[in-house]
């Protein structure tokens, strides 16, 4: 009788062990992709979102994602002022030059860009925030 509880006791605490462990994970992927993490989850489930996240992240680590410098920067930032300021005129046209500035930014930031269904993903390891 003594060795049942034993057992059930440490079942019981190896569980609560895995439960404490997955929503500490769920937690930290909520904070770091916010809103992606939510939709994903909603659209895949939460365990099929961690794992497709963590792949992201893997993704990732193999490439040379490298900062911009001041210059290419500089000239991102005027660009993207100027295509606001188009937004209001020619919103479609807009809309389609500032996918083709992100997508020159991403290049030029080191993503591999010509999978476009894999550039979103890719950028939300980063960049959840804003995609």
Do not use: K, N
């Amino acid at each position: 009788m003594a060795v049942t509880i034993i057992v059930i006791v440490i079942v019981v605490v190896l569980l609560a062990a895995a439960v404490g462990i997955l929503l500490r994970r769920q937690r930290a992927l909520q904070q770091r992709f916010g809103p992606e993490y939510d939709r994903l989850a909603a659209e895949v489930g939460p365990r099929r979102a961690r794992s497709e996240l963590a792949e992201r992240e893997r993704r990732i680590a193999q490439l040379d994602i490298r900062p911009l410098s001041a210059e290419r920067r500089a000239a991102y930032d005027t660009q993207w002022a100027t295509l606001q300021e188009q937004f209001i005129d020619t919103p479609s046209r807009a809309a389609e030059a500032a996918d083709s500035l992100v997508t020159a930014v991403a290049a030029d930031r080191g993503y591999q860009v010509a999978d476009r269904e894999r550039l979103l993903p890719d950028l939300s390891v980063y960049h959840a925030d804003r995609i």
